[in-house]
């Protein structure tokens, strides 16, 4: 934890201030609440505390960190990766560039998830691709009776699920594993993923080379990863059990059609809040 800043009434010798501090990160381009997030967890501090003290002067430690921080926010590391954690459904999770941020358009793929949570007791849910736990964590506490498994293909980013599990004291079953390997022989009433899905080459990528590329794109078309989980599910799914997937705004057609051709039933998609195609999800036959 870092040390207190020194009180403006302090005989030390004028230093950077909250107030110098924030007008150098306007300056190096990093947004006003982003700076601030930034000072109260390197101050240990809430936001309020740092508006009614912004002439308290950091210590020459904290003035160092801080630079070193702003350089990094100003070169387009995520904020949480800065901090170490972020927000997703009301869920402080510990992340670190070992795993995806959580995106707030994700939570649409929790809030269907919750829909089609079959009604017996002790549902098997299962989330491919877990990275740092967010959606299984967040099924998980919003129905604490489901028996929710959560995979990955990183033993680093399970380590990130298992503290954030360990974190809220939810319960989960972690298999190390590609996708529908890591459960061999299960079957569940509910599989969900948030799948690598963007596509070589696309501009995006330049944006975010601070995460890991692997949980980004899958190369090619961007479908590889939708068309392993599609093909891979009939032999892990109950009756009647739903498939849930999220990708990219114009791949629902191609995820449809994977779906419809893998010999699932109808497919439906939803959109998120800006009103792009975010979600798609089919029901396996035999219910």
């Known amino acids: 934890m870092s040390a207190s800043p020194e009180s403006p009434d302090s005989p030390a010798s004028p230093g950077l201030s909250i107030a110098k501090a924030l007008v150098q990160a306007r300056a190096s381009g990093v947004a006003r609440l982003d700076a601030q997030l930034l000072l109260a967890h390197l101050l240990q501090r809430n936001r309020a505390w740092l508006l009614a003290h912004d002439d308290a002067v950091l210590t020459p430690p904290q003035a160092v960190a801080w630079t070193a921080l702003l350089a990094r926010r100003a070169a387009g590391e995520p904020l949480a990766y800065l901090v170490g954690e972020c927000e997703f459904r009301g869920l402080a999770l510990k992340v670190s560039p070992a795993v995806l941020v959580p995106r707030p358009e994700t ?134 059990a739903w498939l849930l997937l999220e990708h990219g705004h114009d791949q629902h057609e191609a995820v449809q059609a994977l779906l419809t051709a893998c010999g699932f039933g109808q497919a439906e998609t939803r959109r998120d809040l800006a009103g792009l195609a975010r979600c798609t999800g089919a029901p396996w036959p035999g219910a």
């Open 107 to 240: 939570e649409l793929l929790v809030e269907w998830a919750l829909e089609r949570l079959p009604s017996a007791p002790a549902a098997t849910v299962i989330d491919l691709g877990t990275g740092s736990g967010a959606v299984a964590l967040a099924v998980k506490n919003a129905a604490p009776g489901a028996k929710v498994t959560a995979t990955d293909a990183s033993p680093t980013a399970l380590a990130v699920a298992q503290a954030n599990a360990e974190r809220h004291a939810l319960a989960l079953t972690l298999s190390q594993g590609d996708w529908w390997s890591a459960v061999p022989g299960q079957r569940y009433g509910l599989a969900l993923s948030n799948p690598p899905y963007i596509a070589a080459g696309d501009p995006h990528l330049a944006a975010l080379v601070h995460e890991p590329a692997t949980a980004l794109t899958p190369g090619g078309d961007g479908l590889d990863a939708l068309r392993r989980l599609i093909d891979g599910a009939p032999a892990h799914l109950q009756p009647g």
